[in-house]
């Protein structure tokens, strides 16, 4: 009798280990969720800083400046949710802007070359934070997790839709 109680008792705590070890590495998951987020969103307002030097150019015609500038504000001061929109309105304001061959941007080369390199880093950004993003939702999705409710109460990692849209 006092061997399966023991045995029943061995197995409980290996349970209630097991299940403490799937919400922290949840828990690491949304944590990482975060980060990503948190890291792609100070890119994203790196980018709306670097459009809004871009339209005070002098060399700039003036409708695209203040398109330019309209959608770098829109972008930064979108809430949550409202940051999609602005996001992919401040990515076709961009691509109104033409590079040349020397990829200069109306004489700018600094300004083109910083442009181009928070692109890459968004592009990087994005991918980490949908993969982050896509890993937590498996998880969650299984049925351990809800049936013990491991999440807590995390919300659900969101993805926007600016994340699908072409840089």
Same mark, same amino acid.
């Given at each position: 009798? =006092?061997?399966? *109680?023991? %045995? !029943?008792?061995?197995?409980? @705590?290996?349970? &209630?280990?097991? +299940?403490?070890?799937? /919400? #922290?590495?949840?828990?690491?998951?949304?944590?990482?969720?975060?980060?990503?987020?948190?890291?792609?969103?100070?890119?994203?307002?790196?980018?709306? =800083?670097?459009? *809004?030097? %871009? !339209?005070?150019?002098?060399? @700039?015609?003036? &409708?695209?400046? +203040?398109?330019?500038? /309209? #959608?770098?504000?829109?972008?930064?001061?979108?809430?949550?949710?409202?940051?999609?929109?602005?996001?992919?309105?401040?990515?076709?304001?961009?691509?109104?802007?033409?590079?040349?061959?020397?990829?200069?941007?109306?004489?700018?080369?600094?300004?083109?070359?910083?442009?181009?390199?928070?692109?890459?880093?968004?592009?990087?950004?994005?991918?980490?934070?949908?993969?982050?993003?896509?890993?937590?939702?498996?998880?969650?999705?299984?049925?351990?997790?809800?049936?013990?409710?491991?999440?807590?109460?995390?919300?659900?990692?969101?993805?926007?839709?600016?994340?699908?849209?072409?840089?």
């Amino acid at each position: 009798m =006092a061997k399966t *109680i023991l %045995i !029943a008792l061995f197995f409980l @705590l290996v349970l &209630a280990w097991y +299940l403490s070890f799937l /919400a #922290s590495r949840l828990d690491r998951l949304h944590h990482r969720v975060e980060t990503s987020w948190e890291h792609l969103d100070a890119l994203l307002q790196r980018r709306a =800083a670097i459009a *809004i030097e %871009i !339209a005070h150019l002098p060399t @700039l015609d003036p &409708a695209t400046s +203040l398109l330019l500038t /309209a #959608s770098a504000f829109n972008a930064r001061e979108a809430s949550i949710i409202d940051r999609s929109d602005s996001e992919s309105s401040l990515s076709e304001s961009l691509k109104l802007l033409q590079l040349d061959e020397n990829r200069t941007l109306m004489g700018d080369t600094d300004l083109a070359n910083e442009l181009l390199q928070i692109t890459e880093k968004i592009r990087m950004g994005i991918t980490i934070h949908l993969e982050s993003v896509q890993a937590a939702t498996n998880l969650r999705s299984k049925t351990i997790f809800r049936f013990f409710r491991l999440a807590g109460h995390a919300p659900l990692p969101m993805r926007y839709s600016f994340e699908d849209d072409s840089l």
